[in-house]
């Protein structure tokens, strides 16, 4: 598959990338200003809450960590433009390349063949209408901007308590019953982001370099988390009084 820019709609690339995080890829951030890098890494994270990004996690690459773009799982990393040549020679996999200078998104076709397609063209309005609606002074609110992301969580999760089963006295989310119930718009994004584990490969030789080892087993992904996480804490399948989700799910319900 060959990689190609993403749709020409206004702020295509920037709903684009959120759903390639979701999904778990390895993202390279590319920029001339350290700050600029270590904040589009931030917000990139804050904007998947309720899920948490469980993987390498490293918003200013340092050069004699340049291996690190070569590990096999999923990453987040911000490194300075200069060091793009750097690049060309190593042993990379697959990744996503964000030039934030330049407002570039470079991705390969087969990682967004699951986009489900309607919610991704309402939330590139809802973030054009927010942008548009701002105040006097011409800051922009953000708040209205992160709850486009959040309202496409509530939309898609918002009854995913009635998928909790207690099976031997633990309770357990149901996620393929949960996906079956789902609206065939969305089906092939949820099987896309709920993807099992991969199983322990054979035992490995001696330790290697980072560039050339690959794990035992895969971390556990945001979608297993998230509902693991929930369940566990909240048993009785009640909302928590201190999670904006579990609160902003129990109005939306009621």
């Not at 030039?99 to 076709?109: F, I, K, Q, S, V």
Request: with cysteine.
């Amino acid at each position: 598959a060959r990689a190609r820019q993403p749709r020409s709609r206004p702020l295509a690339a920037q709903v684009m990338l959120f759903f390639l995080m979701l999904t778990e890829r390895r993202v390279i951030l590319l920029s001339s200003k350290p700050s600029r890098l270590s904040n589009c890494a931030h917000a990139l994270s804050s904007l998947l809450y309720p899920f948490a990004w469980q993987h390498i996690y490293v918003p200013i690459l340092v050069p004699k960590m340049l291996d690190y773009v070569c590990a096999p799982m999923p990453f987040l990393i911000g490194m300075h433009i200069a060091m793009l040549p750097s690049l060309k020679n190593m042993p990379m996999e697959e990744v996503v390349m964000v030039d934030l200078d330049r407002g570039r998104l470079r991705y390969n076709e087969k990682d967004v063949a699951h986009l489900p397609d309607e919610h991704f063209d309402a939330m590139c309005n809802a973030l054009m209408t927010s942008l548009n609606a701002k105040t006097g002074d011409d800051r922009v609110d953000w708040a209205p901007l992160a709850n486009v992301f959040l309202d496409f969580f509530l939309s898609v999760f918002s009854t995913w308590r009635r998928f909790v089963a207690r099976r031997d006295g633990a309770a357990l989310f149901d996620q393929h019953a949960f996906r079956a119930a789902q609206r065939k718009s969305i089906v092939k994004f949820l099987a896309e982001f709920e993807r099992s584990q991969v199983p322990a490969p054979p035992p490995a030789p001696p330790p290697a370099p980072l560039a050339h080892r690959r794990p035992r087993r895969r971390a556990p992904q945001m979608y297993e988390e998230m509902f693991r996480a929930r369940t566990r804490e909240a048993p009785g399948g009640g909302a928590r009084e201190d999670d904006p989700f579990d609160l902003a799910l129990a109005l939306l319900v009621n």
